[in-house]
């Protein structure tokens, strides 16, 4: 079985703060992890994913197989960054299909 | 090019009616997803459709029904509908060759059962 965990529904920061959302994941298999971020009424979309390793608005996410853990970090926030931010978690499912389990998400807010 | 589409954006029903999302996708994916997203919750996978031809239950599949009409299109069914099933619905799009590939998403259908 595969879980996703984020442990904090809400994150309040100030404007240049440095933020950090939490993942945890369980997977018995080699995880591949996604942050996906959804703005104010729109669609979800991808922020960056594990294999990647890239940095996306100043985001990034280290995947940590010790701890299981996949935070999101940025050193400085924005306004902009308010959102609602979902970790998730690529899974075998049977036969060669796989599929996306994603934690319960954590509201963002960054206050000027 | 305009991703995953879903119709309709807003709809509002009374207990008992049915009534179809529809949602289509021109990326040629062999992988359509519906999520429901509730407050608290996250987002929960109702049906899958790993490719054409094939459906698959999810976390919360219990009073809805699916169709994976061709490559393009995944319909979601509620036969009959209960207040429990207020909630945004997401239908989702990936290739799925590959276990790294991410979810392309629609813009979401915002449905209330009175």
């Known amino acids: 079985a595969q879980r996703v965990t984020q442990p904090e529904k809400l994150l309040s920061v100030f404007k240049g703060a440095p933020v950090e959302l939490k993942c945890n994941y369980s997977y018995s298999g080699s995880p591949e992890l996604f942050w996906y971020v959804q703005y104010s009424r729109q669609r979800l979309q991808l922020l960056l994913r594990?294999?990647s390793r890239e940095s996306i608005k100043g985001f990034t996410a280290d995947l940590n197989k010790g701890e299981t853990s996949f935070h999101l970090k940025k050193p400085f926030a924005q306004e902009e960054d308010s959102a609602m931010y979902y970790c998730a978690l690529s899974g075998h499912s049977g036969g060669s299909n796989y599929k996306l389990t994603f934690g319960k998400g954590t509201l963002l807010t960054v206050n000027p | 090019n305009a991703g995953v589409t879903q119709t309709p954006k807003f709809q509002v029903l009374k207990t008992g009616q049915s009534m179809t999302l529809q949602c289509a996708q021109d990326?040629?994916?062999?992988?359509m997803y519906w999520y429901r997203q509730d407050p608290g919750m996250g987002l929960r996978l109702i049906y899958y459709s790993a490719s054409e031809g094939t459906t698959d239950k999810g976390e919360v599949p219990n009073g809805y029904n699916v169709s994976r009409l061709n490559k393009r299109e995944f319909s979601l069914r509620l036969e009959s509908a209960a207040p429990s099933q207020t909630s945004v619905y997401f239908c989702a799009s990936s290739d799925n060759r590959g276990f790294n590939q991410p979810q392309h998403f629609g813009d979401g259908t915002r449905l209330s059962i009175l």
């Open positions: 990326m040629n994916h062999n992988s």
């Open positions: 594990h294999i």
